[in-house]
């Protein structure tokens, strides 16, 4: 595709369920790279995806949150039993084999749990 | 410790007046360096890269490698230059963001 696409734009959701946010990289790029945003708040990292290799989940704040990537594309980002403080704009970024930290990002997921 | 440090969170600036946004980062290797933009509604994306040595809307920055930084200047700010800005270092397995400063033009 032209750019790197999120589903849905926006979710709302209740307090206690599980949802899952889509991310569709450009195509080609090895590398996949989770974000959020919290209100006022600047970038944090969760999970960083690269070709083949076991990912980097460092930054993922609780085992509420998990994310795969599926035949080197598409990836999605979990998160079960969501809470209030979850609430956040998440982002996805792909980089292409070379580019190092030329990344392109997605215009976000805004989730909101009520 | 691959590290980037934005020191400010906010930084406001009336029209017309110079803008440098702090950047400052640790890294032991040869680094490069870039400053991402996003502005408002609309995604981050790139400003520029300092291996580019290009002026993106009036904006430069310089590597200083004595110094570990990679500011952000601006000799005339312009109230579309309002956005957050996020400083990024090309790490040894992926690229580390700074925290942001978001950067406030008075009229």
């Known amino acids: 595709g032209a750019g790197v696409s999120q589903s849905p734009s926006n979710k709302v959701t209740e307090k206690g369920k599980d949802v899952e946010l889509r991310c569709d990289p450009i195509?080609?790029?090895?590398?996949l790279y989770w974000y959020r945003q919290s209100l006022g708040q600047g970038l944090e990292f969760l999970i960083y995806f690269q070709g083949n290799s076991a990912p980097d989940k460092s930054g993922l704040p609780s085992d509420r949150f998990s994310a795969e990537r599926t035949g080197g594309s598409v990836s999605t980002l979990t998160i079960q039993r969501t809470q209030q403080e979850d609430s956040a704009v998440y982002l996805c970024a792909s980089t292409r084999a070379g580019t190092g930290g030329l990344a392109f990002f997605g215009q976000g997921t805004r989730l909101t749990v009520v | 410790a691959q590290r980037v440090t934005q020191p400010e969170k906010l930084l406001s600036v009336f029209k017309g007046a110079p803008v440098e946004l702090k950047c400052n980062y640790s890294?032991?290797?040869?680094?490069?360096l870039f400053w991402y933009v996003q502005y408002s509604r609309q995604r981050l994306q790139l400003l520029l890269r300092?291996?580019s040595r290009e002026s993106i809307k009036g904006f430069t920055a310089d590597l200083n490698k004595g110094e570990t930084s990679f500011h952000l200047k601006k000799p005339f700010a312009q109230e579309e230059d309002s956005a957050m800005y996020y400083c990024a270092l090309d790490g040894d397995d992926k690229i580390i963001f700074g925290k942001g400063t978001r950067l406030h033009i008075l009229p």
């Open positions: 195509s080609g790029h090895t590398a």
């Open positions: 890294y032991s290797g040869s680094p490069e």
């Open positions: 300092h291996i």
